[in-house]
């Protein structure tokens, strides 16, 4: 695959000297980084609680979200690929397995009155992660990681809109949610990046032709630069006629893995794609520095806010190399002196700001360091064991207009469940979006 290509190549614009923090890494030593991601991994999955007796298996405690649990358990499946630390995986498994929901498809009940695109894109991009690593199988009676990947791509088909705009996802799947007219870059991302991963795996090149349909629609109507520049949505109430500027690394992040699978696929120009992505967002430079969305200017602090620095990690694997040394001297704060903190790019010690997000931001660029000696991402022609359902997908929640079934949330449902209900999008149209959190 090219971004392992790419991961070694910037690897070599940087030098590195070991560090001194409280986790000490050695970048040269796969026994140095082993071990600096188990003790971040430990620090992540002490958020988790769902595991203990009485607890809400598969969710997080408040305030974090259901779709970061989507996520912390992806970052969980990427550590077994990477480590093969073996120690976490029946609680990982657990945990995704008692979010699928009665139709297979993780649209489980306590959630579909806020669920966006967005948040069962995450838990589908997790086992599709799964699939892909071929991480071990649930049970033959349990659903499988490429079925459940397939179920959300499926209904996402469902849920192209071509009222407005010429086409797209909107944010929201059901029309009573705020953001149901806002078309964001996201939402799009998750089924462009499942499109693109589906086909590489399965061979199937319908999956393709959507991933190519979603790109070529959200250069369209300008969320993708012609220099590959991510921008966060537009509404179709302007029939997308403008477009919110605001960058988030997750939305760059999710496009580029999706290229260079599309580039693994196809071997088609989105080599040439990928290539000049990087070097556009300066991936290429030793020098590379991320600013996430509005972070460095007005230390927002959000839970999701945080959370999106995820991504730098999980989809910006290609520049692991970048953020290792900032990653790891952040992770020496808290009273376990190993937690990690937010301003990686202070580059300096501990910043005192430690949550969830960040630790898992630390763990994916740190274990992302060993994927060199990492297997390659299976398909089904390569090793690839996962069972897949090309049909799976109820359809049975998938139609903002006849998922009638569900009521909309109620104002307590709300603060407890939506990362995206409570996103207020007033300044989509002067061209600046901005993220209230739900209360
Ligand atoms: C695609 O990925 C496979 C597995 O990682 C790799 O062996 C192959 O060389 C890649 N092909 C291209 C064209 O990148
Ligand atoms: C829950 O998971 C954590 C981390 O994986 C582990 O340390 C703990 O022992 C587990 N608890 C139970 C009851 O399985
Ligand atoms: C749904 O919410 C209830 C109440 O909080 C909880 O007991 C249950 O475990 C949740 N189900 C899932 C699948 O998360
Ligand atoms: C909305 O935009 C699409 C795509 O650009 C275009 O085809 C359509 O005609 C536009 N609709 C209106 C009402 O302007
Ligand atoms: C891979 O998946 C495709 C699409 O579902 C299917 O046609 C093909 O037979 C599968 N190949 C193997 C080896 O399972
Ligand atoms: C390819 O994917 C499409 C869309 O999901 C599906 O309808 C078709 O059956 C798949 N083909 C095979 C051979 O699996
Ligand atoms: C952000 O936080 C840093 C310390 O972490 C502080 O030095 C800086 O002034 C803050 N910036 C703003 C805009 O509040
Ligand atoms: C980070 O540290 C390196 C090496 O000590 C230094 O060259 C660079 O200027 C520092 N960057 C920042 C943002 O402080
Ligand atoms: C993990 O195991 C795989 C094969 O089982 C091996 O290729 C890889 O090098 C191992 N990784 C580490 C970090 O030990």
């Given at each position: 695959?090219?971004?392992?290509?790419?991961a070694?190549?910037?690897?070599?614009?940087?030098?590195?000297?070991?560090?001194?923090?409280a986790?000490?890494?050695?970048i040269?030593?796969?026994?140095?980084?082993?071990?600096?991601?188990?003790?971040?991994?430990?620090?992540?999955?002490?958020?988790?609680?769902?595991?203990n007796?009485?607890?809400?298996?598969?969710?997080?405690?408040?305030p974090?979200?259901?779709w970061?649990a989507?996520?912390?358990?992806?970052?969980?499946?990427?550590?077994?690929?990477?480590?093969?630390?073996?120690?976490?995986?029946?609680?990982?498994?657990?945990?995704?397995?008692?979010?699928?929901?009665?139709d297979?498809?993780?649209?489980p009940?306590?959630?579909t009155?806020?669920?966006?695109?967005?948040?069962?894109?995450?838990?589908?991009?997790?086992a599709?992660?799964?699939?892909e690593?071929?991480?071990?199988?649930?049970?033959?009676?349990?659903?499988?990681?490429l079925?459940?990947?397939?179920?959300?791509?499926?209904?996402?088909?469902?849920?192209?809109?071509?009222?407005?705009?010429?086409?797209?996802?909107?944010w929201?799947?059901?029309?009573?949610?705020?953001?149901?007219?806002?078309?964001?870059?996201?939402?799009?991302?998750?089924?462009?990046?499942?499109g693109?991963?589906?086909a590489?795996?399965?061979?199937?090149?319908?999956?393709?032709?959507?991933?190519?349909?979603?790109?070529?629609?959200?250069?369209?109507?300008?969320?993708?630069?012609?220099?590959y520049?991510?921008?966060?949505?537009?509404?179709?109430?302007?029939?997308?006629s403008?477009?919110?500027?605001?960058?988030?690394?997750?939305?760059?992040?999710?496009?580029?893995f999706?290229?260079?699978?599309?580039?693994?696929?196809?071997?088609a120009?989105?080599?040439?794609?990928?290539?000049?992505?990087?070097?556009?967002?300066?991936?290429?430079?030793?020098?590379?520095?991320?600013?996430?969305?509005?972070?460095d200017?007005t230390?927002?602090?959000?839970?999701?806010?945080?959370?999106?620095?995820?991504?730098?990690?999980?989809?910006?694997?290609?520049?692991a190399?970048?953020?290792?040394?900032?990653?790891?001297?952040?992770?020496?704060?808290?009273?376990?002196?190993?937690?990690?903190?937010?301003?990686?790019?202070?580059?300096?010690?501990?910043?005192?700001?430690?949550?969830?997000?960040?630790?898992?931001s630390?763990?994916?660029?740190?274990?992302a360091?060993?994927?060199?000696?990492?297997?390659?991402?299976?398909?089904?022609?390569?090793?690839?064991?996962?069972?897949?359902?090309?049909?799976?997908?109820?359809?049975?929640?998938?139609?903002?207009?006849?998922g009638?079934v569900?009521?909309?949330?109620?104002g307590?449902?709300?603060?407890?469940?939506g990362?995206?209900?409570?996103?207020?999008?007033?300044?989509?149209?002067?061209?600046?979006?901005?993220?209230?959190?739900?209360?």
């Amino acid at each position: 695959m090219r971004g392992r290509t790419l991961a070694r190549g910037a690897a070599i614009c940087a030098t590195w000297t070991q560090l001194t923090s409280a986790i000490s890494l050695d970048i040269t030593s796969q026994a140095s980084i082993k071990s600096a991601a188990s003790t971040v991994a430990y620090g992540m999955m002490k958020y988790y609680t769902g595991n203990n007796t009485g607890d809400n298996p598969g969710n997080l405690p408040s305030p974090y979200y259901w779709w970061e649990a989507g996520a912390t358990f992806g970052t969980m499946v990427e550590y077994w690929y990477y480590t093969n630390d073996t120690s976490y995986n029946p609680t990982v498994t657990a945990a995704i397995l008692s979010q699928v929901g009665t139709d297979d498809d993780f649209m489980p009940t306590n959630q579909t009155k806020t669920e966006g695109n967005d948040d069962q894109g995450f838990w589908g991009m997790t086992a599709m992660s799964a699939a892909e690593m071929n991480y071990p199988n649930p049970s033959a009676d349990e659903p499988q990681w490429l079925a459940l990947a397939q179920a959300v791509f499926n209904e996402m088909v469902t849920r192209w809109d071509d009222s407005t705009c010429g086409g797209g996802l909107r944010w929201q799947i059901f029309t009573f949610n705020n953001g149901y007219t806002y078309k964001n870059s996201i939402a799009n991302g998750c089924f462009f990046n499942l499109g693109a991963r589906l086909a590489r795996y399965t061979g199937n090149q319908t999956y393709a032709d959507w991933a190519e349909k979603t790109w070529d629609w959200m250069e369209s109507v300008g969320l993708m630069s012609d220099t590959y520049i991510v921008y966060d949505g537009t509404s179709d109430t302007t029939n997308c006629s403008t477009v919110d500027h605001l960058q988030f690394t997750y939305n760059q992040g999710i496009y580029l893995f999706g290229a260079a699978m599309m580039y693994n696929y196809t071997y088609a120009d989105w080599a040439e794609k990928t290539w000049d992505w990087m070097e556009s967002v300066g991936l290429m430079s030793d020098t590379y520095i991320v600013y996430d969305g509005t972070s460095d200017t007005t230390n927002c602090s959000t839970v999701d806010h945080l959370q999106f620095t995820y991504n730098q990690g999980i989809y910006l694997f290609g520049a692991a190399m970048m953020y290792n040394y900032a990653a790891a001297a952040q992770c020496d704060g808290g009273t376990d002196g190993t937690t990690c903190g937010e301003h990686w790019t202070d580059n300096s010690t501990y910043d005192g700001n430690y949550g969830l997000g960040q630790q898992m931001s630390a763990l994916s660029v740190i274990q992302a360091m060993l994927i060199d000696e990492a297997p390659e991402l299976v398909t089904n022609t390569t090793g690839g064991t996962s069972v897949g359902n090309a049909n799976a997908g109820s359809g049975s929640t998938t139609s903002s207009t006849t998922g009638t079934v569900i009521t909309p949330a109620t104002g307590a449902d709300k603060a407890g469940a939506g990362i995206l209900t409570a996103l207020v999008l007033s300044g989509v149209l002067g061209g600046i979006g901005f993220m209230v959190m739900g209360s």
